[in-house]
């Protein structure tokens, strides 16, 4: 008998109201008849690749962006529901959204969660308003913070908040600051990435420009430092180089990129991992549509990794986990010469200082973290 396939299940809704300052995703502003279309093109997706998946177990679900709650609860629901249709969705499985505060009114949340939404992710980025008018955000710190409270009165006991640091001005202190705020509204999990500057942006131009200057190279690290200290104050542990949380809250859909587990992809630009092949469908979401309504494939790249690359990129996610990454894990999956040439590989870099064996994981040690990248084109 064929084994169960599980699969996670990861659904892409590129609009927001506007572009952030700072935003190179594949978002961007859509009057509403454009939305609809996609929402349809979504669901013919959906249909598509239940004719080839359908039945396979999904342990998670992540609705992202763009911004997901620029569409009424009865769009997302409704999506919701024909994945519960096209796939055996696990009862305890953990179905989470992105949202912004300005679009995530009450009774958003309350259908959201009634719908069976049991995560919410509220894209907070900062708690001085100074800071989200830089960053182009189309909220305030007081908005987060109402959204937060609706998110708990709809009765969401998973609730997390990204936010970004090294801003262009910004200080230790007022990173911190931040931090404080975000940290009292108790949320079960926390992200925290520094600003990547990306080219194209008006931010970046900025910078270019001399307008406006980075955060230094050196308070990188404090910042970091005090993220770790005030959330570890807080009972957040973390995780994954960059995210933070309650023990048992850590995002299960986000484990499954870091651990190298399948997942498909819907949407426009919507990467998936399957059977050994990783596949993205059209960026353009005109193009995603057009597809899609003359019954055709999204799909616009997949390649078959090599058993070398392919542990090479296990090793990659799995060194972003502070548990690293299992070893019989890795030998089961691409045999055991392959990975005793890793640990050969990783000698030099553990008498470096920069990884470690803890148990049956090979694991960046606190000065080998930064230094993720590097780390890993060393091991190929
Ligand atoms: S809300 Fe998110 S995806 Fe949309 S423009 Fe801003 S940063 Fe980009």
């Not at 024909?82 to 969705?89: E, G, H």
């Given at each position: 008998m064929r084994a169960q396939r599980h699969l996670s299940v990861y659904v892409h809704l590129p609009f927001c109201a506007r572009k952030c300052h700072y935003c190179d995703f594949n978002s961007r502003p859509a009057p509403p008849a454009d939305r609809a279309r996609y929402l349809d093109a979504l669901h013919r997706e959906i249909d598509r690749r239940a004719e080839m998946l359908g039945g396979s177990h999904v342990p998670t679900i992540f609705f992202g962006g763009g911004t997901p709650t620029i569409y009424e609860a009865r769009?997302?629901?409704?999506?919701?529901?024909r994945l519960r249709d096209a796939f055996f969705v696990e009862p305890d499985a953990e179905v989470a959204t992105e949202a912004n505060p300005e679009t995530a009114d009450d009774a958003k949340l309350t259908a959201l969660r009634e719908a069976g939404f049991n995560r919410i992710s509220l894209g907070a980025?900062?708690?001085d308003d100074a800071e989200l008018t830089l960053l182009g955000r189309g909220h305030t710190a007081r908005q987060t913070e109402r959204a937060v409270a609706g998110a708990r009165a709809a009765g969401f006991e998973n609730l997390s908040l990204d936010l970004i640091y090294a801003?262009?001005?910004?200080?230790?202190?007022?990173?911190?600051?931040t931090l404080e705020?975000?940290?009292a509204l108790q949320?079960?999990?926390l992200s925290a990435y520094g600003l990547e500057l990306a080219a194209g942006t008006p931010l970046a131009a900025r910078v270019e420009e001399g307008e406006i200057a980075p955060v230094p190279e050196g308070e990188h690290l404090g910042m970091r430092e005090v993220t770790g200290e005030l959330c570890s104050i807080a009972g957040l542990q973390r995780y994954e180089i960059s995210n933070y949380a309650r023990p048992g809250f850590e995002c299960r859909h986000n484990l499954t990129y870091w651990r190298n587990e399948p997942y498909l992809g819907l949407g426009a630009g919507a990467w998936s991992y399957l059977d050994g092949e990783r596949a993205m469908n059209l960026r353009d979401p005109d193009d995603y549509c057009a597809a899609l309504e003359r019954g055709g494939d999204a799909r616009d790249y997949s390649e078959r990794l090599d058993p070398d690359d392919a542990l090479l990129e296990a090793v990659m996610m799995g060194l972003r986990m502070?548990?690293?990454?299992s070893l019989d894990g890795l030998r089961a999956r691409y045999g055991r010469e392959r990975v005793e040439g890793l640990l050969a590989r990783a000698e030099p870099l553990a008498e470096m200082g920069l990884v470690e064996i803890a148990g049956d994981h090979l694991r960046l040690t606190a000065t080998?973290?930064?230094?993720h990248s590097e780390v890993v084109v060393r091991l190929a």
């Amino acid at each position: 008998m064929r084994a169960q396939r599980h699969l996670s299940v990861y659904v892409h809704l590129p609009f927001c109201a506007r572009k952030c300052h700072y935003c190179d995703f594949n978002s961007r502003p859509a009057p509403p008849a454009d939305r609809a279309r996609y929402l349809d093109a979504l669901h013919r997706e959906i249909d598509r690749r239940a004719e080839m998946l359908g039945g396979s177990h999904v342990p998670t679900i992540f609705f992202g962006g763009g911004t997901p709650t620029i569409y009424e609860a009865r769009e997302l629901v409704r999506l919701l529901r024909r994945l519960r249709d096209a796939f055996f969705v696990e009862p305890d499985a953990e179905v989470a959204t992105e949202a912004n505060p300005e679009t995530a009114d009450d009774a958003k949340l309350t259908a959201l969660r009634e719908a069976g939404f049991n995560r919410i992710s509220l894209g907070a980025q900062s708690f001085d308003d100074a800071e989200l008018t830089l960053l182009g955000r189309g909220h305030t710190a007081r908005q987060t913070e109402r959204a937060v409270a609706g998110a708990r009165a709809a009765g969401f006991e998973n609730l997390s908040l990204d936010l970004i640091y090294a801003l262009p001005g910004q200080t230790v202190k007022g990173w911190r600051a931040t931090l404080e705020r975000a940290l009292a509204l108790q949320p079960e999990h926390l992200s925290a990435y520094g600003l990547e500057l990306a080219a194209g942006t008006p931010l970046a131009a900025r910078v270019e420009e001399g307008e406006i200057a980075p955060v230094p190279e050196g308070e990188h690290l404090g910042m970091r430092e005090v993220t770790g200290e005030l959330c570890s104050i807080a009972g957040l542990q973390r995780y994954e180089i960059s995210n933070y949380a309650r023990p048992g809250f850590e995002c299960r859909h986000n484990l499954t990129y870091w651990r190298n587990e399948p997942y498909l992809g819907l949407g426009a630009g919507a990467w998936s991992y399957l059977d050994g092949e990783r596949a993205m469908n059209l960026r353009d979401p005109d193009d995603y549509c057009a597809a899609l309504e003359r019954g055709g494939d999204a799909r616009d790249y997949s390649e078959r990794l090599d058993p070398d690359d392919a542990l090479l990129e296990a090793v990659m996610m799995g060194l972003r986990m502070t548990a690293g990454v299992s070893l019989d894990g890795l030998r089961a999956r691409y045999g055991r010469e392959r990975v005793e040439g890793l640990l050969a590989r990783a000698e030099p870099l553990a008498e470096m200082g920069l990884v470690e064996i803890a148990g049956d994981h090979l694991r960046l040690t606190a000065t080998g973290e930064p230094l993720h990248s590097e780390v890993v084109v060393r091991l190929a």
